[in-house]
């Protein structure tokens, strides 16, 4: 407790070493001697189609300026590379789902700033003010890295081999930078 009678301090969500990935504690010779959880995938590995779940009608809505949200591409995508690396039990759909919308957003936000620039002018006094959709750029990124932060920490922990495979998250730079202009 602070001086002034207030709890601060304390505890904070996230803080602290983050856990060692499952494939390194085994390559490790497991040096703490407790026993490792792993996933047994013995049954799941004689199946070669998997069951996406659905998508969402809200992930498919065109937008307001008559284009299309990509959440639908980077669900289908994020998928694809959990089912590749056998991780798509472990991770919610619901997860998977706010990174594609949250991504989306990222993208719609950023084509605004391609379409409008980063100036904007104030309402009352006419001067040049940052764009709106910078901010809102910025906290959908942190939002698209928070979560993507999520879903990999749970396959790193969980995957018994190391993920070398191709991460989703890289291609969408490309992605925005490939488009065709209107």
């Given at each position: ?83 590749s690396i056998s991780?798509?039990?472990?991770v919610s759909s ?81 992605q925005l930078l ?5």
């Amino acid at each position: 407790m602070a001086k002034d009678g207030t709890n601060r301090g304390g505890a904070q969500i996230g803080a602290g070493r983050k856990r060692k990935a499952l494939a390194e504690k085994i390559a490790g010779g497991n040096p703490g001697g407790r026993r490792l959880e792993m996933l047994d995938l013995d049954d799941a590995a004689d199946l070669e189609e998997f069951e996406m779940p659905p998508i969402k009608d809200f992930m498919k809505e065109t937008q307001k300026n008559g284009m299309d949200l990509c959440a639908e591409e980077v669900f289908t995508n994020t998928y694809k590379w959990l089912h590749s690396i056998s991780c798509e039990t472990l991770v919610s759909s619901q997860l998977v789902e706010e990174h594609a919308m949250s991504v989306a957003r990222w993208v719609q936000c950023e084509r605004a700033i391609s379409q409008y620039g980063f100036l904007a002018k104030h309402p009352t006094t006419g001067a040049a003010i940052q764009s709106p959709y910078v901010s809102m750029t910025q906290s959908f990124l942190k939002q698209v890295n928070q979560i993507w932060y999520q879903i990999f920490q749970l396959v790193k922990e969980n995957c018994v081999v190391p993920v070398k495979s191709r991460d989703p998250q890289d291609d969408l730079m490309e992605q925005l930078l490939s488009e065709k202009r209107r």
